[in-house]
């Protein structure tokens, strides 16, 4: 096994070179940022450390020499030695590739604007109806750009169709809010789950394994590629067990086809790792994974805990370039529901589960929308 460290001013740079020395199939082992004194002379600096069980390529002994036979359609890039205290390198032409930029963000962040601290006061409030309506979606939590349009829609349906506020404020919810997207069980699915740390996503992975498998009948399998915390890797593992489908470890991405190959069910349950969004590393992985398991459902796990600028920020930044769903959990952890309302209302995408508990398999529901409005009004999932 050969065990190397590489560094660069980005981690694309450093994963970069560690793909042209050692190859695709590489296994990162660690990353963080670089250590070395004389990184100073940047001010910053980025760090993996790589294994693999194959020779390098074409016998080269370094990522300097075997850059121009491997990539010579692309701008080469400087080497940057790990010995301690060497020479300042020179400046690195490589650059890394742009985003893909999904098509929904423009909306999004234009909505941003007017969340949280960084919201735009209103001018004047809402006068008549509208301000009491607006009064009651602001004490529930709900963000006041939304609250303001919710009230005057609200409103505007009650004088328009003679009814009390209370349905009116339904009915003005009702039609913004799309109807859920759960998992298609009429034909084969594979089902990824990413978010945040501790959003919830191994319980929220045992819980729609024990319905589509004791409920609705269907051939499960569950794969998880967090080998991060070996609790997590337990945890799936004992679902599993409990439950009476296969448990596959892929210890890298490019494990994740031959899992497939080899082990066929109707609907197949990716965990993975939990991170912050900030890691680069894990954003490319989550992509790399989505890719080479063709998942054709992607599910954005976001925790209620979370307050509506933060849950978008996070939403953006792990579901750019992917067409996701989102998933809500621990509702029942919330005093009132506006945030998630206010991150639904935001982001415009399409509405999964919501779960209230730890219970498996119950405590998960199919997000309809009247269940959000039920939430909002003080009643239960």
């Not at 498996?360 to 009004?377: G, H, R, S």
Request: charged share 25%; aromatic share 6%; hydrophobic share 40%.
């Amino acid at each position: 096994m050969i065990v190397k460290r590489f560094s660069g001013r980005t981690a694309e740079e450093a994963l970069a070179m560690a793909k042209w020395e050692l190859g695709e199939d590489a296994i990162i082992l660690s990353s963080g940022k670089a250590r070395e004194q004389w990184w100073k002379f940047w001010q910053n600096g980025f760090q993996v450390l790589v294994a693999t069980d194959y020779p390098r390529r074409n016998g080269a002994t370094s990522a300097h020499e075997a850059a121009p036979t491997m990539l010579a359609d692309r701008e080469p890039v400087v080497q940057v030695s790990t010995r301690p205290n060497p020479e300042p390198p020179a400046p690195s032409l490589y650059t890394p590739p742009e985003p893909v930029r999904d098509q929904r963000l423009d909306h999004v962040i234009e909505m941003l604007e007017g969340l949280g601290q960084r919201l735009e006061r209103i001018e004047g409030q809402p006068e008549g109806g509208a301000a009491e309506a607006f009064e009651w979606f602001q004490s529930r939590g709900v963000a006041d750009v939304w609250a303001r349009r919710l009230a005057e829609s609200a409103v505007q349906y009650q004088a328009e169709n003679a009814v009390d506020i209370e349905e009116a404020v339904s009915k003005s919810l009702l039609e913004r809010l799309g109807p859920p997207a759960p998992i298609a069980l009429a034909e084969p699915a594979t089902v990824l789950f990413v978010g945040p740390t501790g959003s919830g996503k191994t319980t929220t992975i045992a819980k729609l394994a024990a319905y589509c498998h004791l409920e609705r009948q269907k051939s499960v399998l569950l794969i998880s590629t967090d080998t991060f915390r070996v609790a997590a890797v337990e945890q799936l593992k004992t679902y599993s067990e409990i439950i009476g489908v296969p448990f596959q470890v892929a210890l890298r991405p490019q494990d994740i086809p031959h899992i497939l190959k080899e082990r066929k069910a109707d609907v197949v349950l990716i965990d993975t790792a939990g991170h912050s969004f900030n890691h680069a590393l894990y954003m490319s992985e989550i992509r790399t994974v989505a890719e080479l398991s063709r998942a054709n459902d992607i599910q954005l796990v976001l925790p209620a805990t979370m307050d509506a600028e933060l849950m978008c920020e996070t939403a953006l930044r792990f579901g750019e370039g992917l067409d996701a769903k989102v998933c809500f959990t621990k509702m029942d952890e919330v005093r009132h529901p506006g945030a998630v309302l206010t991150t639904a209302l935001t982001l415009g995408w399409p509405l999964s589960y919501i779960t209230d508990g730890q219970n498996v398999p119950d405590d998960i529901q199919v997000a309809f929308p009247e269940t959000l409005v039920n939430l909002l009004k003080g009643g239960g999932v």
